[in-house]
């Protein structure tokens, strides 16, 4: 498998091995993997980086994940504790079509009592400030703003607005901010949701998955999680199945990530 990826140090400039990225984690508390979701070698790297992460620090290893909502927390939990099957956990806590890319870890948590935090924001609510904007959250009960950081969430206008904005294909494209802030309150909430985790387990090594854009250039749910937790130390990763895997040009990823892995383009996606 090494020969299907390589993992630079933006300030080592050079190639690294995971071994590395776990011993820097020595001076940080929370690690963001940022990924392509249809990334097979990258959903190997995160098991793997998992697994060293954990045997690094035994008992003070934890994950956090994208890809389960707030309100899925009871069910997850259920399940690591052998307290109800994988098909119901698959049903309670609406786990994403490719479940599967993501289900080593879950099992390796399971069998090693790793605590998983579910860091999503519920997707009804996210759907719901893309139509209405970050104001119809205050009709909410008090249930459903449990599932979420504290009102009202700071939407992260300058570089992030403008690398949205990009990446949506201009203001225009956009139809208005309710977009965008959507995707705040998405940062918002896996912010939030680590840097609760965080403030009660000080000494624990926190590895959190998500979406590439979440955590580039540490803005996003990592930019959220400083606010949050202002003294907690982040280390990202940037990963990304590149046309340029064979000879590639270092320079024009390095702003994105601590370390940056690239991945054969070539290799089968998941989904």
Not at 108 to 121: D, E, F, M, S
Not at 151 to 170: Q, R, S
Request: aromatic share 12%; glycine share 6%.
């Amino acid at each position: 498998m090494e020969q299907h990826y390589k993992i630079y140090s933006t300030s080592r400039q050079k190639i690294i091995s995971l071994d590395d990225i776990v011993n820097d984690m020595a001076n940080a508390d929370v690690l963001f993997f940022g990924e392509e979701h249809n990334d097979s070698t990258g959903h190997y790297l995160e098991y793997a980086l998992f697994k060293k992460l954990f045997n690094k620090y035994p008992g003070d290893a934890a994950l956090s994940m994208e890809m389960f909502e707030t309100d899925c927390q009871t069910p997850l939990n259920e399940y690591l504790h052998d307290l109800i099957r994988e098909k119901s956990l698959v049903t309670d806590a609406r786990t994403w079509p490719n479940y599967n890319d993501y289900k080593p870890m879950i099992e390796y948590a399971r069998l090693n009592h790793i605590p998983v935090t579910a860091a999503n924001a519920p997707s009804r609510y996210t759907h719901l400030v893309s139509v209405d904007g970050l104001s119809a959250l205050n009709r909410l009960d008090e249930t459903g703003l449990s599932y979420l950081p504290p009102l009202p969430i700071d939407t992260a206008t300058g570089p992030y607005y403008e690398k949205f904005v990009e990446t949506m294909g201009g203001h225009g494209a956009m139809g208005g901010m309710q977009l965008f802030q959507a995707q705040n309150l998405w940062d918002a909430t896996m912010g939030w949701s680590i840097a609760k985790f965080y403030k009660t387990h000080r000494d624990y090594k926190i590895l959190q998955i998500n979406g590439g854009f979440h955590s580039e250039e540490k803005l996003g749910a990592a930019a959220q999680l400083k606010k949050y937790a202002p003294k907690v130390r982040i280390l990202n990763i940037a990963a990304y199945a590149d046309d340029s895997f064979d000879n590639p040009d270092w320079t024009k990823f390095t702003k994105m990530g601590d370390y940056i892995i690239l991945t054969d383009p070539k290799l089968p996606k998941t989904f």
